[in-house]
């Protein structure tokens, strides 16, 4: 049986895991804190999620703890006017066959680690820090930072934007400061006046800034996310910020968005950030997954989803494969996921530049032309990425992967009767 390490235990890690494991892999993960546990606040799962969720076998618990909204809508944040809005509801789930959906992180990631906890392949590790890697032809080696060795036929870098296998693998340095603050808070949802309780993802857009909103938990909590396009220069990651100064940051807000961002509590800040998308995530038995190999800013709504894509092809590539494969399966990989998720992170930044954050005559020229687009445009405009249900770039590439497992699996043949011949003979 392969043995797959991978280094990282989010949601990423969790799902290749079990994609792996499901495809007849030994998997072990390696998680440098000292619990499996995910951090942060309300994720958006388009319907590419719960495809892939569905083929990892996590799609019913999922969608049990999950709210599904009606409308993704956006508002001019200044004035107040409601500019366009995404139905969510009949038409959008028939033309794209899932929901659109909202949860909070653990909503997802403890069906995920329930999967691989259950599954007896999986073996999850904490306080197993990854700092590098080594291999030779046959196998690869992660070591950790209490200088343990672990051994097997490949290692997935599934440890996040400032991953140590990346910085070994590509050597790009840190990642890009994007120069927006995102402020975060939960608050219980008997604390949202009742008129103000709406099943949807509201975004008001203002002049170099924007405030998101929606209910989590079953509809137990709403979550607020801010953003503003301040400069800044320096990485956050979940630092205090005192409710004054979120407030102080969006004085142009209007009326009815203040009221919803007065309720906020306990905020917390976070600077966003994100890499230029790179061709290569292989070295050998090595590759990179999910924010260790494409992160991206926040505006598409895509990370995690983009994640769990990657883990299914990861699995149905390395499904089969012997450890003489894996070299060539991991390219394939690289191929088949590079050109989305390069696209996803690109649309990602110009959302935020083009759709968010305008001002002036730009803000105005936006709401205009989201404002023409009706409901089926927009569908149109989501297709390539919320109705994808194979994640594959090249059609062609899969039955590539087919065909070499074909060979693969003749040679084997060839080799075991010529071995035959050679045993009959010697005995003769």
């Known amino acids: 049986m392969a043995h797959t390490i991978v280094a990282g235990g989010g949601i990423g890690g969790l799902a290749t895991a079990i994609s792996l494991a499901r495809h007849g892999h030994r998997v072990t993960v390696l998680e440098r804190r000292d619990a499996f546990t995910e951090l942060g606040a309300g ?18 618990q999922v969608r049990a703890r999950a709210v599904y909204i009606d409308e993704l809508r956006f508002m001019d944040g200044t004035t107040g006017q409601r500019v366009a809005s995404m139905p969510l509801t009949d038409a959008y789930r028939e033309r794209f ?43 690869v080696t992660a070591v950790l930072a209490s200088g ?44 949202v006046p009742q008129e103000l309780r709406w099943n ?53 807000l209007g009326e009815t968005a203040r009221r919803l961002l007065e309720l906020g509590r306990d905020w917390k800040a976070w600077v966003l950030c994100d890499r230029d998308p790179v061709d290569g995530w292989t070295d050998g038995r090595v590759a990179l997954l999910g924010d260790a190999a494409h992160p991206m800013l926040q505006y598409a709504a895509q990370g995690a989803c983009q994640a769990l894509e990657d883990a299914v092809v990861l699995g149905e590539l390395l499904g089969g494969s012997g450890a ?23 649309v990602a930044r110009e959302m935020g530049r083009q759709l968010y954050h ?6 105005r020229e936006r709401n205009a032309m989201l404002s023409s687009l009706s409901a089926q445009d927009m569908y149109d405009k989501v297709a390539w990425l919320h109705g994808d249900c194979d994640f594959v770039a090249d059609a062609g590439v899969r039955a590539g992967a087919r065909a070499a497992e074909a060979r693969a699996a003749g040679a084997r043949a060839a080799e075991a009767r010529a071995a035959g011949a ?4 010697a005995a003769r």
Not at 161 to 175: E, N, W, Y
């Open 43 to 60: 994720i958006q799962l388009g319907p590419n999620a719960f495809h892939a969720m569905d083929r990892l076998g996590v799609g019913a």
């Open 97 to 139: 066959g899932n929901p659109y959906a909202v949860v909070q992180r653990m909503d997802l990631y403890e069906p995920l680690l329930e999967a691989c906890r259950r599954h007896p392949d999986v073996e999850l590790r904490v306080d197993c820090a990854v700092t590098r890697y080594e291999q030779t032809a046959g196998e």
């Open 148 to 191: 343990e060795r672990v051994t097997g036929t490949a290692l997935i870098g599934a440890d996040g934007i400032r991953s140590t296998v990346r910085r070994q693998l590509v050597g790009d340095g840190d990642p890009r400061v994007s120069g927006h603050t995102i402020y975060r808070s939960v608050i219980p949802m008997e604390e």
């Open 200 to 252: 949807t993802v509201t975004l008001w857009a203002g002049p170099k800034w924007h405030f998101v909103h929606y209910p989590i938990g079953g509809g137990a909590y709403f979550n607020l996310a801010a953003t503003r396009d301040d400069a800044a220069a320096e990485a956050l990651v979940g630092k205090p910020a005192a409710r004054d100064h979120v407030l102080n940051e969006f004085p142009e």
């Open 324 to 346: 003489d494969e894996v070299v060539q399966r991991l390219e394939k990989f690289n191929a088949e996921r590079r050109e989305r998720t390069a696209r996803t992170q690109l």
């Open 358 to 363: 305008p001002a002036g005559a730009a803000a």
């Open 422 to 425: 050679r045993a009959a003979g």
